[in-house]
């Protein structure tokens, strides 16, 4: 049945590339065909200074072609249908895992109702050996127990570098007397939001036990809990999508992190995170976890990738979502300059970026009037297709069949799809904002407090 599902998604990819191709030769006129047009032709028109203008236009995407290329080895060499993690190890040989959320403190009631959830899913699971530790700037009182452990951060606390927010608070974590993990403990860490599933804690157990790596990450959904916004929650579909294909093939087949490490469901050894840590000074703490993934591949650590799911929501507004992907936009641009990185390890990084900072002018290609090199069309029904594909497949894998019917969820890969230009002009409009005023340093939090996890489906193992 997987392979089955896996050829069906890899003509679906096939067919969604040639409709985007044939699409744009209907861009060009009949004019344009009849005479036979050159692509430099348009110097007549615009002269050579306006010329290379727009068709500086309509090479941008070229810069989505590394990207592109590496998604669809991905999406053709990896299983897009993996089957429900089974426990492949004796329980007694999972070593203790330690959950360690980090928390600014704003939002206890969703701390508490977290971890109640997570403590419940771990027993529910089997797992014996484990603890959750809450990193928090402002005191929640929490209750201690065997399974729970509040760190408060001083506020006098500082780095040698001077590093700040989340980076700070889990390299005080590091400091010796504050947290007691020995080198052979392993580390999950969690957003103040995240709830496991019963599959990302076999995949942890499994990964942990068998030792499959130094650092590890799985996927993360953001539609099986109450969804607050429709929009962003399936613009942040094709980030399911990458995570499954993409994501995938770097950590389990090339283990490397070639496109870095998102901050949450990140497996590390004890060891490997004393040894990094995560002083990386004010510029490297706004992206910690794509500084961690470099600063953990300079180092020569193998990376592996997690089975199992977890779950978040996306932004609740479209300024949070804006504000959110700005800071990501600004850490990695922060990051990428760094002169602590090696060029080598951020070579796919550079052109990705570069595509990201430039989308709004890559979405206008489309409309500017000269005539594309058939090369070109080539490309960017390429690139087109598989985004559009990436939306429809996150789609399929983050909505519930058995939640929202067959009709619904049609209707909602439909939707993905419709909101591709308004996702990409928001992304865009970070990105600029970003470079713009990069000045702003700032870690920016985005509301997640919202009481309402009554609704959501529990995946069945």
Known sequence: MAYFLQITSLFQLLCTVIVIWKLQLLLQTEDQYSHNPKWWDGIDTYGYVGFMFLFCFKIVPCLSLPFTVMNTIALTFTNLWPDTPQLEVNKSDIPNICFRVVTRGLYKNLVIRTLERNIETCLKT???????????????????????????????????????????????????????????????????????????????????????????????????????????????????????????????????????????????????????????????????????ALEAWKHGYKFNFVEGEMWEKSPFTIIDYIRQRKRWFVGRMFTILSPNIPLKYKLLLIPADLSWLLLLFNLATMFVPITTPYCLIIMNAWTGGLIVFLFMFGSIQSFSLKRYGLSKKILICVWAVIIIPFAACLDGIASLWGFIWNIDTGFYIVQKDYNEYDNSVEEEV
């Open 126 to 292: 089997g797992l014996e050996k484990f603890k959750f530790e809450v990193v928090t700037d402002i005191p929640l009182q929490l209750r201690t127990s065997m399974f729970v452990q509040e760190i408060v951060v001083p506020k006098t606390y500082a780095t040698k570098l001077n590093s700040q927010f989340k980076a700070r608070a889990l390299h005080y974590c590091l400091e010796k007397g504050i947290s007691n993990l020995s080198d052979d403990e392993w580390i999950v860490h969690l957003d103040e939001e995240t709830l496991l599933t019963q599959g990302s804690v076999i995949g942890l157990a499994n990964f942990a036990a068998k030792d499959m790596g130094d650092v590890g990450q799985g996927v993360i959904t953001y539609a099986n809990t109450e969804i607050i916004n429709w929009w962003t929650t399936l613009a942040d579909s094709v980030r399911v999508a990458i995570d499954i294909g993409l994501m995938k093939f770097c950590f389990q087949k090339l283990h490397r992190p070639l496109y870095g490490l998102k901050g949450s469901y990140i497996i590390i050894k004890c060891s490997v995170e004393k040894k990094i840590g995560f002083d990386y000074g004010p510029k490297g703490s706004i992206a910690e976890d794509l500084y961690l």
